[in-house]
C-alpha cells in the first residue's frame, strides 16, 4: 500500500465520523506494533493538507514486562517530527505476578488505558487515536456474538465523559494485510509484543476462526464489516453522508 492510500483511508474515516475538529491536540497511542506505527504515518501525513488545524503526541505505556526496546520507534517519531513520551508502569508484574490473574487481557487494557489517559490529558491532548482497524473490528464484534451473546462492535469515536477525552479510530477502514503491507514496503521498526498471554487467548482463537471463515467464503470479513456499519449499533454515533465515499 501506498502513503496516498493510507492518506486516503484514514481520511475517509476521519470525515466519515467527523474525528477532528480545529484546535485538537490528539494523542497517539503507540504499542510498537504495526497498527499503531502505520497510524503515525497516517496522522502526520494528513496534518500536512487536512483543513482543520491539529497537533499531536505519541504515547508508549510500557507495561514492565521487560525486553521492551523502544529506541526504534523514539528514531521514527523524531523523523517524524512528532512529540514522543513513554510512560513506564508495573501493570505486567502486578497482573501476572501479583494477582496471577486468570483472564489477564481485560484487567491490563484497563489499566494500560488508564495510564494512557491521564498522560494524555497532562500533555494536554483532547483526543486519543487506538489504531484499531477493521479486521479488529469485526474480530470484536464476533468475540460480542460468541461469548456475550449480542451484536456488538467498538464505535469509531467514543467520548469518554469520566475524562473528558474523546477516542477515535482513524485507520477503521483499513484491513490488515493493507496494513501489514504498509509496514512491510516502510520498512516500520515493528516491535514483538513482550505480552506473555499474546497468541493464547479468545481474541486469537476468534482471529483464527474468521480468517478461516473468509477462507471458506471469500469477502465474508467485508460482508460482516457491512453489517457493522449497517447495524445501527448502539453507541455509534450518525456518520456524515459524504458523496466521495461509499460504504460498502
Ligand atoms: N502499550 C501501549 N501504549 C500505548 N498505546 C497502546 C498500547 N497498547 C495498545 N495501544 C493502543 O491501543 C490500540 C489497540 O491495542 P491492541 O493491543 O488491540 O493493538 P494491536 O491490534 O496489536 O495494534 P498494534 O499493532 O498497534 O499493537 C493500539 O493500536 C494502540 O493505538
Known amino acids: 500500500m501506498k502513503l496516498q492510500q493510507l492518506y486516503s483511508y484514514t481520511r475517509r474515516s476521519i470525515d466519515t465520523w467527523q474525528m477532528i475538529d480545529e484546535g485538537d491536540k490528539i494523542a497517539i ?3 510498537g506494533g504495526k497498527d499503531s506505527l502505520t497510524m503515525l504515518y497516517a496522522l502526520k501525513g494528513l496534518q ?4 482543520k488545524h491539529f497537533e499531536l503526541e505519541a504515547i508508549t505505556v510500557d507495561l514492565g514486562l521487560g525486553n521492551f526496546n523502544m529506541d526504534a520507534v523514539k528514531s521514527l517519531c523524531n523523523e517524524l517530527n512528532i512529540p514522543y513520551t513513554i510512560v513506564s508502569t508495573e ?3 502486578i497482573i501476572f505476578d501479583q494477582r496471577h490473574e486468570k483472564n489477564p487481557c481485560s484487567l ?3 489499566m494500560r488505558k488508564g495510564a494512557l489517559n491521564n498522560k494524555a490529558l497532562e500533555l494536554g491532548c483532547n483526543k486519543i487515536a487506538y489504531g484499531h482497524h477493521r479486521d479488529d473490528l469485526v474480530e470484536t464484534m464476533l468475540m460480542s456474538l ?3 451473546g449480542h451484536f456488538y462492535a467498538f464505535p469509531p469515536v467514543t467520548k469518554l465523559e469520566r475524562t473528558g477525552l474523546t477516542v477515535i479510530r482513524p485507520l477503521l477502514y483499513m484491513t490488515e494485510p493493507d496494513i501489514i503491507g504498509f509496514a512491510r514496503k516502510q520498512n516500520l521498526p515493528v516491535a514483538k509484543s513482550p505480552c506473555p498471554a499474546n497468541g493464547h487467548t479468545r ?3 476468534t482471529k483464527n476462526l474468521m480468517h478461516q471463515i473468509n ?10 464489516f457491512t453489517a457493522i456499519l449497517n447495524g445501527n449499533i448502539s453507541d455509534w454515533p450518525q456518520s456524515m453522508p459524504n458523496p ?3 460504504n460498502p
Request: charge should be positive; hydrophobic fraction near 25%.
Open 48 to 51: 500536512r493538507f487536512y483543513p
Open 215 to 224: 477462507r471458506e467464503n471469500p469477502g465474508a470479513i467485508d460482508k460482516m
Open 244 to 246: 466521495h465515499y461509499h
Open 146 to 148: 460468541i461469548y456475550e
Open 108 to 110: 491490563c487494557a484497563k
Open 91 to 93: 501493570i505486567g508484574p
Open 29 to 31: 497511542g503507540v504499542s
Open 203 to 205: 481474541r486469537e482463537y
